[in-house]
């Protein structure tokens, strides 16, 4: 009845925060409060399961942050599962419990997100899951391991200016403020992304030096499987 209506679109609106918009019409909303009365007209149905797909990919930037946070904040509150779909990794490692990662409709593994992060199966989940993503190098380091491939991630290469395992040149420097990323052509091996402190003083031009974390360097084989 019309009592237990206004109950349950009272109780969805407080959870998403809508209630001083219930007498808005649809085109007086933002785009993030339309997601969010979308969401609402799933609460009010109490379902055993929500399918998300793709809800923040139409959002601007600061935007979806927001509603990354709300979807989240929602799940904790409701205890109901969330079945989630999305091409941003960052997404997915920032609100699931647990990624299916899926290529061409095959799925390369399963498991909560410092598992893919720490441990990922193969070179596509390895270069999918992380931001900026993975380094590969195929050159002699790679055999020095006895491996086809070796990966490193740009937070776990340490920068020097003056020495260090590997020589490069910066191409491209970006200068964050809590980070530096540097774009480095790398003497026999190619380009090499690496994340250092905000106030790393190297610009494009510079010569730098490069040190990876032996501990965390990943091994491939041939067909891409890790070692």
Excluded: C
Excluded at 63 to 74: A, G, K, P, T
Excluded at 158 to 166: A, C, F, R, V
Excluded at 182 to 211: E, N, Q, Y
Aim: charged share 25%.
């Amino acid at each position: 009845d019309k009592a237990e209506i206004d109950r349950k679109v009272s109780d969805a609106a407080r959870v998403l925060n809508l209630t001083d918009y219930l007498e808005r019409k649809p085109r007086q909303l933002s785009g993030g409060q339309r997601q969010r009365v979308a969401i609402g007209r799933a609460i009010v149905r109490q379902p055993s399961a929500f399918l998300f797909d793709e809800p923040l990919s139409n959002l601007d930037a600061a935007l979806r942050v927001n509603m990354r946070l709300e979807i989240s904040e929602l799940h904790q509150q409701l205890k109901t599962t969330m079945v989630y779909v999305t091409h941003d990794q960052v997404e997915a490692m920032t609100m699931a419990d647990k990624i299916v990662v899926l290529n061409r409709g095959n799925i390369e593994q399963v498991g909560s997100p410092l598992e893919l992060y720490s441990r990922p199966r193969n070179l596509f989940v390895a270069g999918f899951i992380g931001s900026p993503k993975m380094n590969f190098i195929t050159s002699q380091h790679a055999a020095a391991l006895n491996a086809h491939t070796i990966g490193v991630r740009p937070e776990h290469v340490l920068l020097s200016m003056e020495s260090g395992d590997w020589k490069g040149r910066v191409v491209v420097a970006e200068h964050l403020g809590s980070d530096t990323f540097l774009h480095i052509d790398a003497d026999g091996i190619g380009m090499v992304t690496a994340r250092g402190s905000g106030d790393f003083p190297a610009k494009a031009g510079d010569t730098v030096f490069l040190t990876p974390d032996r501990s965390r360097i990943h091994k491939f084989n041939e067909g891409g499987l890790a070692i």
